[in-house]
T-cell receptor
Framework: AQRVTQPEKLLSVFKGAPVELKCNYS??????LFWYVQYSRQRLQLLLR??SRESIKGFTADLNKGETSFHLKKPFAQEEDSAMYYC???????????FGDGTTLTVKP | DTGVSQNPRHKITKRGQNVTFRCDPI?????LYWYRQTLGQGPEFLTY????????KSRLLSDRFSAERPKGSFSTLEIQRTEQGDSAMYLC??????????????FGPGTRLTVL
């Protein structure tokens, strides 16, 4: 069975501070991991995926298979980063994605 | 193409009534997904199609739920004999299927269902 856990429902940081949103997963195979973001009154959209190994809006995420984690990091948070963030897992050769319950990030001025 | 669209955006119905939602994916995407999201939770997978074929259904999808994608383009999700527990946001997403693997999913705005 697949499971994605985001331990923090709410996370609040000040502008300019580093931020880390945690994501842990359980899956017996080799998954693909994603971070999706939902800004206020907007639809869910992809932020980044681990196979791309790119930085989007200053965010990065590294897949750690040993710790089964895919934490999202940004060294200097901005107010416009305030949003709901979801970690998701796509099983190998499957169409089904499993989402975590999300973390609401608030960046205070 | 303005992305994935869903209609209606909101639906209020009485318990026991049937409802149908529509999803129009991005035109060149051959995979289409339905998810359900309740307050405080992430999207839960319901079912997905590749072209017109329904490839997987979640155990969450009771017999009262049925989804179709008759021509491999738009899809409908019908809920029969609605119950208050069906109240949720129903999300549709589409993706290309390239080289035997699922690519990025693009989500619609969702249909919010309220069952009174």
């Amino acid at each position: 069975a697949q499971r994605v856990t985001q331990p923090e429902k709410l996370l609040s940081v000040f502008k300019g501070a580093p931020v880390e949103l945690k994501c842990n997963y359980s899956y017996s195979g080799s998954p693909e991991l994603f971070w999706y973001v939902q800004y206020s009154r907007q639809r869910l959209q992809l932020l980044l995926r681990h196979i791309s190994r790119e930085s989007i809006k200053g965010f990065t995420a590294d897949l750690n298979k040993g710790e089964t984690s895919f934490h999202l990091k940004k060294p200097f948070a901005q107010e416009e980063d305030s949003a709901m963030y979801y970690c998701a897992l796509l099983a190998t050769n499957a169409g089904k994605s499993t989402f975590g319950d999300g973390t609401t990030l608030t960046v205070k001025p | 193409d303005t992305g994935v669209s869903q209609n209606p955006r909101h639906k209020i119905t009485k318990r026991g009534q049937n409802v149908t939602f529509r999803c129009d994916p991005i035109s060149e995407h051959n995979r289409l997904y339905w998810y359900r999201q309740t307050l405080g939770q992430g999207p839960e997978f319901l079912t997905y199609f590749q072209n017109e074929a329904q490839l997987e259904k979640s155990r969450l999808l009771s017999d009262r739920f049925s989804a179709e994608r008759p021509k491999g383009s738009f899809s409908t999700l019908e809920i029969q004999r609605t119950e208050q527990g069906d109240s949720a946001m129903y999300l549709c997403a589409s993706s290309p299927w390239v080289g035997g693997r699922t690519d990025t999913q693009y989500f619609g705005p969702g249909t919010r269902l309220t069952v009174l």
